[in-house]
């Protein structure tokens, strides 16, 4: 193979080194020719799993090991030299493995991860294999012989476990490693699926699990060649067009118009390939031609009607005297059983004149049905729309404040008026001309960038009124609409949240190609400049206490997100460089562009393909594409780790280059002391910063079900927070004032928060998630929104039952706010935020409460 793939990267084999060389956008396999390299060192085949790439050396007679196959591998966890006795048919790569067939004996010999695909001990010893390919964590095979028969081998049990749990999102009969009892002439792995073209017909067929949305292989066409991708597979239409098509989910949109089925040789083609002869012709030059092989046999149940020549694959026919499968039946006509195979224009003729009137019908029946349908949905919505448009006049309430922002009213109203929904929904933004922005930030010149991002770059402004800003300006790319996609999501979410820990949307703009956000400026950028700078006095200005309080506030921003926000909010890209901080190093949580709105219920997940950040996704949303607010909690987790340890999430210079798998395994063992940053001086008392490891290790875990809420992080954090404040920090507030909007769901979680109260324990850094007691900070941490209050007041309360104590002298809270004085001027700030529900309100609150 001369061309290959992984996970964000491209490698092929260079004509005249025959040496790989790579591209892309991996941290694993470097651009250029992998290092190190033998120079010198030929290679016949390549192949890529998703974070390394094996290749296959040409023999090198004269160094006398003709009967040896030297692989070697670069990327994650495989970079070294392998050598096997016997030389390699071909190479194929697994998502952590690789795998080689033996062209003497037709076994073979696989490499690299075992404990994530157990693939080198299910190998089949006594099977003898023709052609064999890797998939994710599978390896299926054609197996020598007549039949040419699929065996698949390979698991991962965790995985599987995770398949059943996420069941409701993927489909198929079974897993990978059930074959479907076919003759076949090649197979491909996906990731959790293979696919391979059948014998008899050369249409394909697939097996294993696939993910819910996934278009179906396509059925009545043959095909040529096969390709898989992690979660699709790809196919050359052999018949008319050599076109590519796909199947599945995720995969390319835009194909080539054809594809040709194999690479142009010199005529004439070597014994046991025939001449691929096409209309489209897709050699050049007169005197080369695609050879393609010959199949060896026909299938079980099928003869051979005319043998391969020159210009043709072997012929196989159906007895249709005497059939035995579901395809014979298809391919013969019962009028016609004594014969071998039925002509097939005959065939076709007879059938058209049986079938016409049929179709007529179906189609006349069809037409009329859709017209109907039509005609009852116009009448329904206009029916809708004049309702609404009734409910609108007949309401008395100027649109104040707190109303236009209410989710469930924004929703509400973009059903009434369409027109306006863009100017409900970014009410709350100013819209900027380019020209305004262009001049707050002396024309984006360079000297103003404070930031760059994967779509953007990141200018400081100030605008004609003094107000210092932050001018998002999405990198302008052929690929409009997905600018335009993560533009209009950043900005339709921000314009719905209100939150202190969420960064403040000021305005937008959108002229031509442009697309332009303003934002508050925060004076001190990002928590990843500060823990990762070379420069020691930036990393040191975020100590203990700061950085603890940075996670709080980060901690409650997300928790807002899922908990408070109408639909929740999944972020999907929680990391240190989306976490902002302000003049009072105030932390905010930034960067809505891949945000999704996700289910009201969270055990529902979404299915969507992973998007995010190396190092902080979630394994399970990664691997099986199940999103929850979970994954957030799991990239939380990772982002704890680095405030804790000072390292980035994935950092190739230590040997342990992925944080978690470096930090837990010490976490578990009680050793946290190890893994805190070197930068700072270790805490007197480094009981809190135990209790973050061990948040951060909970919050890391594998399956999302086993990960705490955010409410429970928050919670605990808190608690850590102040344990590690001690007594003498706690006169001032340290976090400042929330400010959360009306949110139904609100009203729901207070509800279940004082029904719960007796359930409730003390700390979810001790072991057991079910423990629900919320601690909550003390009250010199001051709440007077909604949420803080309505909690504040349950945290008093609770805190006071806990072992009929209150907890006060446990914790020394020092200045604490009686429910007394502030506790009422509180609740008053409470009413004035959020005015009682109005009609409209309540009928939506009742409707989805
Ligand atoms: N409001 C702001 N005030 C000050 N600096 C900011 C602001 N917003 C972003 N930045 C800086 O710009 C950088 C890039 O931000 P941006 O959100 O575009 O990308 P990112 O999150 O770092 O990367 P990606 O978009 O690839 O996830 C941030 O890391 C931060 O340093």
Redesign the pocket.
Known sequence: MGLTAGDGFVCGLLMDSAQPYCWGNSIYIQMGVPQPMVSGVIYSEISAGDHHLCALRKPDNRRGNANTSLVDCWGYNMTASYVFDGMFKLITAGSVFNCGLFSDNGTVSCWGDETGSSITSLIPRDKRFRRISAGGYHVCGILEGKDSKVFCWGRSLDLEEQISVAAAYYRGEGSVDQAPNESMVTVVGGRFHACGIKFSDHGVICWGFSIKKSTPPPTGVKVYEVAAGDYFTCGVLAEKSLQPICWGLGFPSSLPMAVSPGLCVDLPCSEGFYEFNHETQPCKSPSTRVCLPCSTACPVGMYQTSSCTRDSDRQCGFNCSNCASADCFSNCTSSNTSSVVVPVKKKNGKFWSMQMPVFVIEIVFAVLFVFVVSLAACLYVRYKLHKYQFVVRESSMPPTKNNGNHPSMLKENSKIQPDNLDEIKIRRARMFTYEELETATGGFKEESQ???????C?FKGVLKDGTVV?V?RAIISADLKKNSKEFHTELDLLSRLNHAHL?NLLGYCEEGGERLLV????AH??L??HLHSKNPKLKEQLDWVKRVTIAVQAARGIEYLHGYACPPVIHR?IKS??I?IDEEHNARV??F?LSLLGPADSSSPLAELPAG?LGYLDPEYYRLHYLTTKSDVYSFGVLLLEILSGRKAIDMQFEEGNIVEWAVPQIKAGDVSSILDPALKHPEDPEALRKIANVAYKCVRMRGKDRPSMDKVTTALEQALVFLMGNHCSEQPILPTEVVLGSSRLHKKSSQRSSNRSEMTTDITTEGDDQRFEFRAPSWITFPSVTSSQRRKSSVSEADMVDGKTLEGKINIGNVVGDGGDGVMMMRCLEEEIRPASPQESLFLQHNF
């Open positions: 404070v930031g760059k991002g994967s779509f953007s990141v932050a998002k960064l934002y508050e400026f925060m950028g990002s990843h400049q890209d460089s989306n902002l930034s960067d562009g950040t």
